[in-house]
């Protein structure tokens, strides 16, 4: 039987309220990073409302009580202001959004319509944008907050048949910077987790082989294996915490060290 010392325990209930009293708004939240961030949150206290398309969603009312889902396309308007206001009427307010709902795409440029450049900026750099464009009229009502966004390894770095991605990535990350300019002054911090490859479902629609692809690049980063996404959402969790309260602005890897080459 194991037993926990007093600063053990102390440290636990610590994270266990570590966003009381705050609301959280996560989209793309069915699945993957998403569904992982919402556990965090719900866990250490936060109130969550979960955004996605996906059937999946229902479940998660039933699987952490308490949080609301809002069925719903990132990529509409209509879609953020409904999600924001989901966050003020149930909780009164918004204080943390986690923009992670995403879009991926492996063509060569040659190969890529204009339909499939559309489709994937649509979803990471617009769908990101109206979100954070409303997150922002909210969070200035309450004083403050924090905006943190899922990006990529491949918002600083080039990747072959990756053209949409890659640009919507680097539009992402510059988004980030000028929300977080924007935003200092009202108490609004921005910042976005540039991730390596993460063992997910997100090529799943484009590949049969998709978990053994991801997998196959393990070795392209220094820690010798690919991401899980309870740790994306981690990173993501810890800068839209008040441990991260001085960092606004900034571009973190968690790409197990493939752009420290």
């Given at each position: 039987m194991t037993s926990t010392t007093p600063s053990a325990e102390a440290a636990e209930a610590a994270e266990a309220a570590e966003f009381a009293g705050r609301t959280a708004l996560v989209t793309?939240?069915?699945r993957g990073i998403g569904k992982e961030t919402v556990a965090l949150?719900?866990?250490?206290?936060?109130?969550?409302?979960a955004l996605d398309t996906r059937p999946e969603l229902a479940l998660l009312s039933d699987e952490l009580p308490g949080v609301v889902t809002v069925t719903g396309d990132v990529t509409?308007?209509?879609s953020a202001?409904?999600?924001v206001g989901a966050a003020v009427d149930a909780f009164g307010g918004l204080d943390i959004l986690v923009n992670n709902a995403g879009r991926t795409l492996n063509k060569p440029v040659t190969h890529t319509t204009a339909q499939d450049w559309d489709s994937v900026m649509d979803v990471n750099a617009?769908?990101?944008?109206?979100?954070a464009r409303?997150?922002?009229?909210?969070?200035?009502?309450?004083?403050?907050?924090?905006?943190?966004?899922?990006g990529s390894y491949a918002s600083t770095v080039g990747l072959p048949a990756g053209a949409a991605y890659s640009a919507s990535k680097g539009a992402l990350a510059q988004l980030t910077k000028v929300l977080a300019l924007e935003g200092g002054p009202l108490g609004i911090r921005a910042n976005l987790v540039a991730a390596g490859v993460v063992e997910t479902d997100?090529?799943?629609?484009?590949?049969?082989d998709s978990r053994a692809y991801l997998a196959s690049f393990a070795d392209v980063h220094p820690l010798g294996r690919v991401a899980r996404p309870r740790e994306i959402a981690e990173v993501l969790c810890f800068l839209a915490s008040?441990?991260?309260?001085?960092?606004?602005?900034?571009?973190?890897?968690?790409?197990?060290?493939f752009t420290a080459a």
């Open positions: 793309g939240a069915a949150l719900h866990a250490r206290g936060a109130h969550v409302v509409a308007e209509e202001t409904r999600a617009r769908g990101a944008f109206l979100f409303e997150a922002f009229r909210a969070m200035e009502q309450r004083g403050g907050g924090a905006i943190v966004s899922t997100f090529l799943d629609t484009f590949r049969p008040p441990r991260s309260s001085f960092v606004t602005g900034a571009v973190l890897a968690a790409d197990g060290g």
